[in-house]
């Protein structure tokens, strides 16, 4: 083609264009040779002149790109990958990548923000599409402190005016189960110890929604419940096998790390379980105890509504109530005739006394009944 420069091989004129990869080349038609390579070129000119072009001249705007800036971008597209998420959302994590880099603040951040921002944006668009992802698990990819990492996430939310939901936690559940190593057997899990994932999950998903209905959940990290949660789910299907199993050898046969709230929050599970049992008849009469409370699991799932309800119905009661006295029942007051004659004290008659005249005739009246009773009787 004339005017795009001659093939080095064969002198010929006759230079297609042909796209490979999405970067457009040109090759001689007659000898095959390929004359330019991944040219970035934008201009009639350049591509005339066979000259390569710079990235920030190629794309067609005035402001280049820093180094750092495209390593982040490109961290975000691996992490994304690593992640394996759906292309729209590596789209949108990296258009959020792009907005914060702008802000000044950003651009002078040490190398750590910089890299705990890549997770940031891709924990930020997973949230807004409702995607099971964790803080944990972004931070564990990252080798991010999760102190820093929380700290940065709020900062990015509040400088990008972004609107994030809060996690879905029947769809956390969901996926931070399917990573526990206890639906198949093998050497570091004995027999027993193997537990149907659905039927585990099931159960996991009732005693997590116990807990949100009791208030363990709101304003505290989801995962140390649903550990405790799972760890209790787990124990009612098979108690026989799994009731001397602590909480933190579970955790090592599951293969995840245990939580430090985790502990506590298995405690006030209990708590409430044992608080449930007391409204049956049936389990009431067993004198129950933290470690007895876990065979009766399936029972009080059943009729949990009403458990709770009944359990809860007033707010002022401590959750523990096992070791205390039965509060006392006041008896009801003696029913009285009010005829009208009874006598009225000073103190009461002094609450109806609105005027100042009223209390000068009732300081009147007092003074004459007194004046009245000291006068002696006649012989």
Known sequence: MPGRGRCPDCGSTELVEDSHYSQSQLVCSDCGCVVTEGVLTT??????????????????????VSRSQQR????????????????????????????????SGIRAARLQKKEVLVGCCVLITCRQHNWPLTMGAICTLLYADLDVFSSIYMQIVKLLGLDVPSLCLAELVKTYCSSFKLFQASPSVPAKYVEDKEKMLSRTLQLVELANETWLVTGRHPLPVITAATFLAWQSLQPADRL?????????????????????????????????????????VLRLDRRSVVKHIG????????????????????????GKEPPRICPAPPVSTVTGDENISDS????????????????????????????????
């Open 43 to 64: 201009t009639f000119s350049d591509e005339g002149n066979l000259r390569e072009v710079t990235y920030s001249r190629s794309t067609g705007e005035n402001e280049q």
């Open 72 to 103: 982040g971008l490109r961290r975000v597209r691996d992490l994304c990958r690593v992640l394996q998420l759906p292309p729209t959302f590596e789209d949108t994590a990296v258009a959020y990548y792009q907005q914060a880099y702008r802000h």
């Open 244 to 284: 001397s199993c602590s909480l933190a050898r579970f955790c090592k046969l599951a293969n995840v790390d245990l939580p430090y709230p985790a502990s506590s929050r298995l405690q006030e599970l209990l708590a409430v379980l044992l608080r449930m049992a007391e409204q049956l008849a049936w389990l009431r």
């Open 299 to 322: 029972d009080l799932l059943q009729h949990r509504h009403s458990l709770v309800r009944l359990a809860f119905r007033d707010g002022t009661a401590e959750v523990e109530t096992r």
């Open 348 to 379: 009461e008659i002094e609450q109806y006394l609105r005027t100042p005249q009223e209390v000068r005739d009732f300081q009147r009246a007092q003074a004459a009944r007194q004046a009245a009773t000291s006068v002696p009787n006649p012989p």
